[in-house]
């Protein structure tokens, strides 16, 4: 696993990678390590657990600190190449 903690001073921003194909952001606590909310998950969109729909990703977001489910799901689909020749 991959991590990346960013010190904002009051916490830590951190980036987790867990997959290949998923990364995890949230905030810690700076003395107990203790993951103190969740923002983003960003990862390949599946039809199911194991089949990647390919050129597509999702972005699960985290907006509301009283709520411990995602309230925004982004769908990202990767740009069409278009030949300029």
């Not at 983003?40 to 990703?57: F, L, M, N, T």
Request: charged share 35%; glycine share 2%.
């Amino acid at each position: 696993m991959e991590t990346i903690t960013l010190d904002l001073g009051w916490t830590n921003l951190v980036v987790e990678k867990y997959e290949a194909d998923e990364l995890t952001i949230y905030l810690q606590d700076k003395k107990t390590s203790y993951i103190t909310q969740d923002i983003s998950v960003i990862r390949q969109a599946k039809i199911s657990h194991d089949k990647p729909i390919e050129g597509v990703v999702e972005c699960l977001v985290w907006a509301d600190e009283d709520n411990e489910d995602y309230t925004d799901k982004f769908v990202i689909y990767k740009y069409a190449e278009v030949d300029n020749e």
